[in-house]
């Protein structure tokens, strides 16, 4: 296997990371809201927000891990990569802005 490739999919791992971290967020969101304890609401939009690129860049990267097409590669890396630097970026400036403004008490 040529060694692009292999790149692409090492980084293609990572996407699917960041990916899982935002799932596990999730699920620590939805512990939180069964016991009775939830977060303020520009948080819990801000991080709905970050999973609206998230989740497709999980998918484009098990798709990129699944296909040995050189041309399908060639499509999925780059949707995989920016959708992730996407959602990481609105979870960081979001969450910096809630900071700012004083929202997160």
Not at 65 to 83: N, S
Request: one cysteine or more; aromatic letters at 12%; a positive charge.
């Amino acid at each position: 296997m040529p060694r692009a490739i292999e790149a692409r999919r090492l980084a293609g791992k990572f996407v699917l990371l960041v990916a899982g971290v935002w799932i596990m967020g999730l699920v620590a969101f939805i512990a939180a809201g069964a016991q009775g304890s939830w977060l303020p609401l520009p948080n819990l939009l801000i991080y709905l927000a970050s999973g609206a690129a998230l989740i497709p860049a999980g998918y484009f990267s098990v798709r990129l891990h699944a296909t040995d097409d050189r041309e399908v590669l060639d499509q999925l890396f780059p949707r995989a990569v920016w959708c992730c630097l996407a959602g990481v970026a609105i979870f960081a400036a979001g969450f910096f802005l809630v900071l700012q403004l004083g929202g997160a008490k």
